[in-house]
């Protein structure tokens, strides 16, 4: 059972920057397949990213790409999400997702999460 703890969500002016990063208890981590996603109160969650094992091939959804970039530190257990050029409609509780498998977008395609962090962005 992994595991995740999302943190480095917060308040930031539109145009800012915001590093998340999403802290794995296990080793196998490094293994798995990782994504970000983002939830809205009222909305399904939104795939925002993902990044493989072991090529580390990245997705981004087209509303970040450019501004959005995922990466992971296999010895630290960690993956993280650059997020750059923040807008207010980046604002959502962002989570972090594992899975032993295939990229996907589907969020059902996930079966660890974190609890979530909140980004707000102000205009």
């Known amino acids: 059972q992994v595991q995740l703890v999302e943190s480095g969500g917060g308040l930031v002016q539109a145009g800012g920057s915001l590093r998340l990063a999403c802290a794995a208890s296990e080793r196998s981590f490094g293994s798995y397949t990782v994504g970000w996603f983002r939830q809205v109160p009222g909305m399904e969650r939104e795939f925002v990213a993902s990044?493989?094992?072991?090529?580390?091939?990245?997705a981004y959804t087209d509303s970040v790409k450019g501004r959005f970039t995922i990466s992971r530190d296999n010895a630290k257990n960690t993956a993280f999400l650059q997020m750059n050029s923040l807008k207010p409609e980046d604002t959502a509780v962002y989570y972090c997702?594992?899975?032993?498998?295939?990229?996907?977008?589907?969020?059902?395609?996930?079966?660890?999460w974190g609890q979530g962090t909140q980004v707000t962005v102000s205009s």
């Open positions: 990044i493989s094992w072991p090529f580390g091939v990245t």
């Open positions: 997702a594992a899975v032993n498998g295939p990229m996907t977008q589907v969020a059902s395609g996930y079966n660890f």
